[in-house]
């Protein structure tokens, strides 16, 4: 049996599939230019204003991304230091912090700035202090200064 090949109506079908474009080769109408932005000035909103004439001021959030494990291990770093009798010198801090993180997976969290010490009580204590210990451990054994 010979089959009947169908003409398919490639713009038609290229508009089911994408409705918001044109199809390849059609000829596409100019876009209107975007409306001109109204210039800035440093005159309050009236939202902003109080019904005592006084202007509100909005409190920004102080949000961050943090790494809150990165926290952990900077507020550990001195007792492992003292511990251990290992160079305190810049590059053999930053040295045993960067394999320190490198050990333990990232913890990263969006939190106010005062706030991350309450997240950094919350790691696992053994786990970071493990982490630290063959930092120091490997940095004592062969600085890099």
Do not use: W
């Amino acid at each position: 049996m010979a089959s009947k090949r169908m003409e398919i109506d490639k713009e038609a079908m290229f508009r089911k599939i994408m409705p918001g474009s044109t199809p390849p080769g059609a000829a596409s109408e100019p876009t209107p230019p975007a409306p001109a932005e109204p210039p800035v000035s440093a005159v309050p909103s009236p939202s902003s204003i109080l019904p005592s004439g006084r202007i509100q001021v909005r409190k920004e959030s102080t949000q961050i991304i943090a790494n809150v494990m990165e926290r952990v291990v900077l507020e550990r770093l001195d007792d492992a230091f003292s511990k251990f009798k290992c160079c305190k010198c810049d590059r053999c801090r930053k040295d045993v912090v960067a394999l320190a993180l490198n050990k333990l997976p990232p913890r990263y969290i969006v939190v106010d700035e005062k706030d991350i010490s309450s997240y950094a009580a919350m790691i696992n204590t053994a786990e970071v202090t493990t982490a630290i210990v063959q930092a120091v451990l490997q940095v004592r054994s062969n600085p890099r200064h």
